[in-house]
């Protein structure tokens, strides 16, 4: 099933703001970001499609890192800084989900 518009242009603009990947250190910060501008449905999705093109050790560390956040681990405001800052950089417009417009995507 395809993503919804506006779930295919977040993952469009990690792919843009990561075109080599997530680094494992990264994923904690990157969906407590998520997480404070989407549901946790719209997170997991996001999860199991940035896990169809990982290996498998990066899957359990995108896993690892969703219940890290849903468990209430807080990322250090610098590791939070960093993961906005490539997101920026990838054209993510640091908005909310209701402001996401799909056609802006890289």
Do not use: C
Not at 30 to 44: I, K, M, R
Not at 47 to 67: M, W
Not at 77 to 94: I, K, T
């Amino acid at each position: 099933m395809p993503l919804a518009p506006f779930l295919s242009a977040i993952v469009g603009w990690l792919r843009a703001g990561y075109p080599e990947g997530v680094p494992d250190v990264d994923y904690i910060p990157l969906f407590a970001l998520l997480g404070s501008q989407l549901t946790n449905d719209e997170v997991n999705t996001i999860a199991e499609e940035l896990t169809k093109e990982s290996d498998p050790g990066s899957a359990e560390a995108i896993k690892h890192a969703i219940a890290a956040v849903t468990d209430h681990q807080e990322p250090k405001d610098s590791d939070v800084a960093r993961v906005r800052a490539r997101l920026a950089a990838g054209g993510w417009p640091l908005a909310k989900p209701d402001d996401f417009d799909p056609a802006h995507r890289p």
